[in-house]
């Protein structure tokens, strides 16, 4: 796979854009708050469906595994700026906003490291995603949200 696919930068910028798509934070934040799951690892995953590539079971837990690292502090911030939200004004919510997606570029970076080595492989119709939310018992009804697609 070209390295230039695996582009930081790019996957942060697609990361960006899908997450404005509409459903697609709603869906994320459900993922997130009552699935525990990790929204970056569902954006990487989505990223590489849109890409045709593929992960085993093995390397998804691979990739869960390289946020042990970064997804205790990322957690203890999103907490903290919840609570305060009340309290603060809106220059320093904004402030830990700018935190947290600071946090949220790193460990993006971190599941692209653990990534890199990986010998993916092409296919027609990759479910990456779809994997990832079965593990975590996500609802199919919510999928389309979470892919910023149509409900058929």
Same mark, same amino acid.
């Given at each position: 796979?070209?390295?230039?696919?695996?582009?930081?930068?790019?996957?942060?910028?697609?990361?960006?854009?899908?997450?404005?798509?509409p459903?697609?934070?709603?869906?994320?934040?459900v993922l997130?708050?009552?699935?525990?799951?990790?929204v970056?690892?569902?954006? #990487?995953?989505?990223? $590489?469906?849109?890409?045709? &590539?593929? %992960?085993?079971?093995?390397?998804?837990s691979? *990739?869960?595994? /390289? !946020?042990?690292?970064?997804?205790?502090?990322?957690?203890a911030?999103?907490?903290?700026?919840?609570?305060?939200?009340?309290?603060?004004?809106?220059? #320093?919510?904004r402030? $830990?906003?700018?935190?947290? &997606?600071? %946090?949220?570029?790193?460990?993006?970076?971190? *599941?692209?490291? /653990? !990534?890199?080595?990986?010998?993916?492989?092409?296919?027609?119709?990759?479910?990456?995603?779809?994997?990832?939310?079965?593990?975590l018992?996500?609802?199919?009804s919510?999928?389309p949200?979470?892919?910023?697609q149509?409900?058929?």
């Amino acid at each position: 796979m070209p390295i230039e696919r695996l582009d930081p930068l790019r996957f942060w910028q697609f990361a960006i854009d899908h997450y404005r798509s509409p459903g697609v934070e709603h869906a994320c934040l459900v993922l997130q708050d009552q699935y525990h799951g990790n929204v970056n690892l569902a954006l #990487l995953l989505h990223w $590489l469906d849109t890409q045709s &590539l593929a %992960l085993s079971t093995q390397e998804i837990s691979v *990739l869960l595994a /390289a !946020l042990s690292a970064s997804e205790p502090s990322l957690q203890a911030h999103r907490t903290r700026r919840r609570q305060l939200k009340p309290s603060l004004s809106k220059e #320093l919510y904004r402030s $830990l906003l700018d935190e947290e &997606l600071q %946090l949220e570029q790193e460990q993006q970076q971190s *599941l692209i490291d /653990a !990534l890199s080595p990986m010998a993916l492989s092409t296919t027609r119709h990759p479910r990456n995603l779809s994997n990832y939310c079965r593990l975590l018992a996500f609802p199919a009804s919510l999928m389309p949200s979470l892919q910023a697609q149509e409900r058929l």
